[in-house]
């Protein structure tokens, strides 16, 4: 028997294998195509898998899934199971949480089914961690660690991602058309990054992909990968060719379901397969009441109609972007999931780079050959210079009193949409806080007097008026500190956004960027950046984006890579781009104090306040912004006296520019409440902090992370106060809204989590200080920089006192001594030495350190 016959022979073995025996005889009649030879040596495998049932793994099986309800409570290692995520063909997979070290992770623990293991299934387990060892990749789900059970059973310790499948995150957040290829963008990318490693997923589909709530898509389950080598780490791949029928039928590539060589096109296919659901939300086929050979007939013969058809065609409501898919976006989707693997993608960089040229307005590669639809591409990019020529052209050829009505009407027409244009921008220019200086705007007016302008349909044929009083209309949300209304405004306009002219594109790519920084979708900012930052047009644009840049890395806590990129855009000598510099120069203080630069911090700030006062005035939005930066530094530096000032002078400026229902004018007032509880005066800030609580709560929400902070701020001055109950419910909603808003690098809720334990410890709560300030520390040894030294010192001894508390011991109260005298010697902050007072009321005063 040659290669290829028993290849075909042992793939068709597995499918009808699957069937009961009736089926079984059903489908292998069916099959036309099979020779005498062929149908009678099936047969015998199948009576003989009959006669074997009983010695088969499907006892195994029944024991396997019995036995996985017992690994609950069960330790691996560091980690104790917690739950059942999922069970596969091989193994089971459990969440698990760390029980060792004093640290809170939570992992994914996938063990073995030890009944089915023989050689060929621990070569493609072994094959599997080599895989999971060999990629480190931001959107491939990590390995931590691997080993075997005292029974020789292997597993792996693998990252737990808590998200949700793709498709349900999209449908779950009415993701959009923009944001659904930059998710697929990322996919791609970590495809790539698996090829370039020589290894092919094979199973791709968007049950494999989970989506975080920071938007961040990770690939996950490499049990039937494919490395395209004959050896790998201590593997030989030979081992590994069985059981390669475990894949989605939804998902397969018709060469793989033939059991057909397999190279990176066949992630191209199962690429595309996600990208067709992205588009249309529907998978590929329907295979719904098809018995296999019916399924096989389907996937290897019917070629799936265009996404914007299939769309078309369902009874469920569709998304705006969906009624008027791209041909350019058919097209790319259908190229990935041709049949013959030599006419697809030979790569997905390929279909990467298709997709961006989408993205640009550019001619996809997947539509070449069609003159026509390149002029059309053309005539896009370059519509104004091409009009222009036209015009020209026709003012030379035509003649007549025709041509001089045609011309005239034409000019009146222009006139009348710059008039419009016009008329709207000056309308937004009188409602701007710079200039309205005698009434007070909050963000419902701007919206209802200006934002309903740019949606209306009375500009459905003038796009360009449309994005260019979008954009002014985002600007004023920005500026309103409102980045969600900013990025559902551009949303909403996004099939405008192509035809705007560069500098408008420009002006609602960086303020979506801008918005989505500031909302935290970091990954966004990042995607954006690789998008259009190295196609930016000038100076000024470069600047913006390098600007946007510094953001993300301020956001990841990089703070060095961000001093590098502010200092370049701060020093940069171009006079358009004022603001961009201002804007630098507002963050640098900020870095600085971050890094430990506190001196530099200082005069840095005050050097660019007085700078703007003599630039701008009494009363203007960037003094304000100023003023703003310029006070948290001054918080920061535990200035509370100049920061008092400054405060005051922020509330007058921000009541006079946005009214006292703005979120810049609740800043202020916070900010002023911090100053005068540090100045003594009690009974003032807790009346400003409450106040500016009940505020945020209406701008922002309950749940929103600056709520969190707010409510942080009002339970330090109730603590200060005396009222330690009312403190410890400010403090324990704080940490229940950051931790399910806020990011774990955020020094915010390592703060807050470290204060909550405190206040708990001293409310003879040990178990919970404990858990609490667990979670802090976890946070400093993942994301260092969030800590602070004399914090950190804090932190232990709250860590030492809680076991002691709960277990009191000889080795637990030498354990207390030891934390106490450290954290008295590095305790040098504000927020570290009361704490540390609160814990230990009377320390010796050799050893504790003067305040700054």
């Avoid at 089914?113 to 387990?125: G, K, Q, V, Y």
């Avoid at 997947?366 to 104004?384: D, E, N, P, T």
């Avoid at 020529?389 to 005239?408: C, H, P």
Wanted: charged content about 20%; overall charge neutral.
């Amino acid at each position: 028997m040659s290669n290829s016959t028993f290849q075909r022979v042992r793939h068709l073995f597995d499918i009808l294998v699957e069937l009961t025996p009736a089926q079984r005889l059903a489908d292998l009649e069916a099959r036309s195509d099979l020779d005498a030879p062929t149908r009678q040596l099936l047969h015998q495998l199948l009576q003989l898998d009959a006669d074997t049932a009983s010695l088969t793994a499907a006892p195994a099986l029944v024991a396997a899934h019995r036995a996985a309800r017992d690994w609950i409570g069960y330790r691996v290692g560091a980690y104790a199971i917690t739950a059942k995520l999922g069970e596969g063909g091989m193994g089971s997979v459990f969440r698990a949480q760390r029980v060792v070290g004093n640290i809170d992770q939570q992992v994914a623990i996938k063990i073995a089914h030890r009944e089915l293991l023989n050689e060929s299934s621990l070569a493609r387990l072994r094959l599997e961690r080599q895989v999971l060892a060999l990629l480190q990749h931001p959107n491939i789900a990590a390995m931590y660690d691997l080993g075997e059970l005292d029974d020789g059973t292997p597993y792996i310790v693998m990252e737990y991602v808590q998200a949700l499948p793709l498709p349900d995150y999209v449908a779950h957040n009415g993701t959009g058309l923009r944001e659904r290829l930059q998710l697929f963008l990322q996919l791609c990318d970590a495809v790539a990054y698996a090829h370039r490693n020589l290894i092919v997923h094979r199973d791709i589909k968007p049950a494999n992909v989970l989506v975080t709530d920071t938007g961040q898509p990770k690939l996950l389950d490499f049990g039937i990968a494919k490395p395209l080598q004959h050896r790998l780490g201590s593997v030989e791949i030979e081992q590994t060719h069985a059981a390669q029928r475990y894949f989605s039928l939804r998902n397969v590539a018709p060469e793989q379901l033939r059991g057909e060589t397999v190279t990176v096109t066949c992630d191209v296919y199962g690429l595309g397969t996600v990208l067709y659901e992205l588009l249309c939300g529907h998978p590929l086929y329907d295979l719904e009441g098809l018995n296999l050979t019916e399924v096989e007939q389907r996937i290897s013969q019917d070629d799936p109609p265009p996404p914007s058809r299939r769309a078309a065609a369902s009874n469920a409501a569709l998304l705006p972007w969906q009624r008027t898919l791209a041909p350019d976006l058919d097209a790319i989707a259908l190229f990935a999931l041709r049949r013959d693997p030599q006419a697809r993608y030979a790569s997905v960089d390929a279909l990467a780079a298709d997709l961006h040229r989408y993205l640009h307005g550019y001619p996809v590669a997947a539509r070449q050959g069609s003159r026509l639809y390149h002029a059309g591409r053309f005539l896009r990019r370059h519509r104004v210079a091409l009009a222009t020529s036209a015009l020209f052209v026709a003012v030379i050829a035509v003649a007549g009193t025709l041509w001089l009505r045609q011309y005239i009407s034409a000019q009146a027409e222009r006139e009348r949409a710059e008039n419009v244009t016009h008329i709207i921008i000056d309308a937004l220019a009188a409602v701007q806080p710079a200039r309205a200086r005698d009434q007070e705007i909050s963000a419902r007016e701007v919206f209802e007097q200006v934002g309903s302008i740019a949606l209306s349909s009375s500009l459905d044929n003038q796009p360009a008026t449309r994005t260019q009083l979008a954009a002014a209309v985002a600007r004023i949300y920005l500026q309103l500190g409102l980045p969600r209304e900013a990025l559902t405004l551009i949303e909403r306009i996004e099939g405008d956004i192509p035809q705007a002219s560069d500098k408008v594109r420009f002006e609602l790519e960086t303020a979506r960027a801008q918005a989505q920084l500031e909302l935290g979708r970091v990954w966004q900012v990042r995607a954006a950046l690789q998008t259009h930052a190295e196609t930016a047009r000038t100076a000024p644009e470069r600047l913006q984006w390098r600007l946007l840049e510094a953001g993300v890395h301020i956001n990841r806590g990089e703070f060095d890579q961000a001093l590098a990129l502010l200092q370049t855009v701060a020093a940069a000598d171009s006079g358009a781009a004022q603001m961009t510099r201002s804007a630098a120069r507002r963050l640098l203080p900020q870095v600085l104090l971050r890094l430990g630069r506190r001196d530099e911090a200082q005069a840095s700030a005050r050097e660019l306040l007085s700078e703007h006062r003599s630039l701008y005035g009494d009363t203007h939005p960037e003094l304000l912004a100023t003023l703003n930066d310029v006070l948290s530094i001054m918080l920061d530096l535990d200035n509370y006296a100049d920061a008092a000032g400054l405060a005051a002078e922020t509330m007058t400026m921000s009541r006079h520019l946005y009214g006292e229902n703005s979120l810049i004018y609740t800043k202020s007032l916070s900010k002023h409440a911090t100053a005068l509880a540090e100045l003594g005066q009690l009974d003032r800030a807790l009346d400003e902090a409450r106040s500016s609580l009940q505020k945020i709560r209406a701008l922002r929400g309950e749940n929103a992370p600056v709520t969190a902070s707010y409510h942080y701020y009002l339970a330090l001055i109730l603590e200060r106060r005396g009222d330690s109950n009312a403190a410890l419910e400010h403090f324990a909603a704080a940490a229940r809204i950051g931790e399910a808003s806020m990011s774990e690098h955020s020094d915010a809720l390592y703060q807050i989590r470290f204060k909550l334990a405190a206040a708990q410890l001293q409310h003879d709560q040990p178990a919970a200080a404990g858990k609490s300030i667990d979670s802090a520390l976890a946070m400093a040894e993942r994301y260092p920089l969030v800590d602070k030294p004399d914090l950190g010192a804090v932190a232990q001894l709250i860590r030492a006192l809680a076991d002691n508390r709960l277990q009191p011991s000889a080795a637990y109260a030498a354990a207390v001594e030891h934390s106490t005298a450290t954290a008295q010697a590095e305790a040098r902050g504000l927020l570290a030495r009361r704490t540390l007072a609160a814990l230990v009321p009377t320390p010796r005063p050799d050893t504790v350190a003067a305040p700054r």
